[in-house]
């Protein structure tokens, strides 16, 4: 059984930091496309950010470009998504996705796998 379990979320005030990581059990994930989701009350569930097969290439909404940073690591299965200088516009439940190609795309249609979201709270 394939699972993604994020973690890291919680409360931070503005401008602080928080560091989700996503592992992977039951399939290995290092040839494929890695995304972070978010949705927050009320809207559509939109993409943060995604990493290629071999993490050399990251795609990232337009929003939180130069905050946040995706990186994975091969070994333990597990990608991170680093979220710098947070703004309570960020406030939302976070997944993260496995896909089934090799580089991410915004569409989650092409997202096989999906975790159960992790809340990040971020306070003015």
């Known amino acids: 059984q394939v699972q993604l379990v994020e973690s890291g979320g919680g409360l931070v005030q503005a401008g602080g930091s928080l560091r989700l990581s996503c592992a992977a059990s039951?399939?290995?994930?290092?040839?494929?496309?890695m995304g972070w989701f978010r949705q927050a009350p009320g809207k559509e569930r939109e993409f943060v950010g995604g990493?290629?097969?071999?993490?050399?290439?990251?795609y990232y909404l337009d929003s939180v470009k130069g905050r946040f940073t995706i990186s994975r690591d091969v070994a333990k299965n597990t990608v991170y998504l680093q979220m710098n200088s947070l703004k309570p516009e960020d406030t939302a439940v976070y997944y993260c996705?496995?896909?089934?190609?090799?580089?991410?795309?915004?569409?989650?249609?092409?997202?096989?796998?999906w975790g159960q979201g992790t809340q990040v709270t971020v306070s003015s």
């Open positions: 990493i290629s097969w071999t993490g050399a290439t990251t």
């Open positions: 039951g399939r290995t994930f290092s040839g494929y496309a």
């Open positions: 996705a496995g896909g089934l190609g090799r580089y991410p795309e915004s569409k989650p249609s092409v997202y096989g796998y």
